[in-house]
């Protein structure tokens, strides 16, 4: 059965921005006297909200330092010079690819409402999201609540929508929720790590999901 609602993870699915991120945490730590943690451990962490990514990369610290570390974050991530939030080439096509057919489409991201935001001006992509959810508002990845809120908000049943993210947390999410979910290696996790988590498919890029879902 088709879903009538895909909802797609943002950062390493539909935006080329592991590599932005894993730096502005190394340079977080840096800035708030700590060590910089291992890229690959940053790398594994990312989907989950900044709060929780932080606490689990610090967990020695206190609370004041991983609020330290989050504002760090977000003031370098979200400076005004900062441009480095663009959107994979086979985005967009695919995007209206799907839209065309007439898949409704949201964003269920680890991102801050206000990086989401940003994001979204930044890439133009408004016109595209019907709902999008935050893990400003909602509790982080695996926890199926964005899902469900999305799904609540558009009048869907959950089995009716089908998670894309680039983390074995997206495709959890989207089974906790009741949901069908997609891989895509173009970001955090590698093809071994997203078979290990529930899905209907692990793809190479974005630009073969209308494909895949056409088959269903």
Not at 63 to 87: F, I
Not at 156 to 166: A, Y
Not at 174 to 193: M, P, S
Request: hydrophobic letters at 45%.
């Amino acid at each position: 059965m088709q879903p009538k609602l895909i909802i797609f993870d943002w950062d390493g699915t539909l935006a080329d921005t592991t590599g932005p991120i894993i730096e502005t945490v190394r340079q977080s730590f840096y800035e708030c006297g700590l060590a910089k943690p291992p890229a690959d451990r940053i790398r594994n962490l990312i989907g989950h909200s900044l709060a929780q990514m932080m606490h689990l990369l610090a967990p020695d610290a206190d609370a004041h330092k991983h609020e330290e570390l989050v504002e760090t974050y977000a003031a370098l991530y979200l400076h005004p010079d900062n441009r480095q939030m663009r959107l994979f080439p086979d985005a967009l096509p695919a995007l209206d690819t799907l839209k065309a057919r007439g898949f409704w489409l949201a964003v269920a991201t680890g991102k801050g409402r206000s990086g989401l935001d940003l994001a979204i001006a930044q890439t133009r992509t408004a016109d595209y999201w019907l709902a999008t959810a935050t893990a400003s508002e909602y509790p982080s990845k695996p926890a199926p609540d964005m899902v469900l809120e999305i799904c609540g908000e558009l009048g869907l049943m959950p089995s009716e929508s089908l998670v894309v993210g680039d983390t074995a947390y997206d495709l959890e999410m989207a089974a906790n929720a009741g949901a069908r979910g997609v891989g895509l290696t173009t970001g955090a996790h590698d093809a071994e790590t997203l078979r290990g988590a529930p899905n209907i498919g692990i793809l190479p890029r974005l630009a073969e999901l209308p494909a895949l879902i056409a088959s269903l």
